[in-house]
C-alpha cells in the first residue's frame, strides 16, 4: 500500500500532467485560478507541486481552471 507521501506524489504528478497536456505553465495556471477567484502566487503553486503538498480543493480548482474537470457549484 502507497505511503501518505507516495499518495501525495501521484497527486502532484497528475496535476502536473494535466498541466503538460494542456500546454499550461504555473504562471498561465496563476492567471487561470484568478480568472476563477482564486488567488495565488506562482511561487507557491510551484512549491505546492514540488511537495505535493496541497488540498484536494485545490486539486479541482485547478483541473476546473485548466478546463480538465468542470465543477459545477450551485
Request: overall charge positive.
Amino acid at each position: 500500500m502507497p505511503t501518505q507521501t507516495e499518495w501525495e506524489m501521484k497527486a502532484a504528478n497528475l496535476l502536473k500532467a494535466e498541466l503538460k497536456r494542456k500546454g499550461v505553465t504555473y504562471a498561465q495556471l496563476v492567471e487561470k485560478l484568478a480568472n476563477i477567484g482564486i488567488s495565488e502566487k506562482e511561487v507557491n503553486v510551484r512549491n505546492k507541486l514540488s511537495r505535493g503538498k496541497f488540498s484536494a480543493a485545490f486539486m479541482l480548482q485547478c483541473l476546473n481552471a485548466i478546463g480538465s474537470y468542470q465543477l459545477h457549484l450551485d
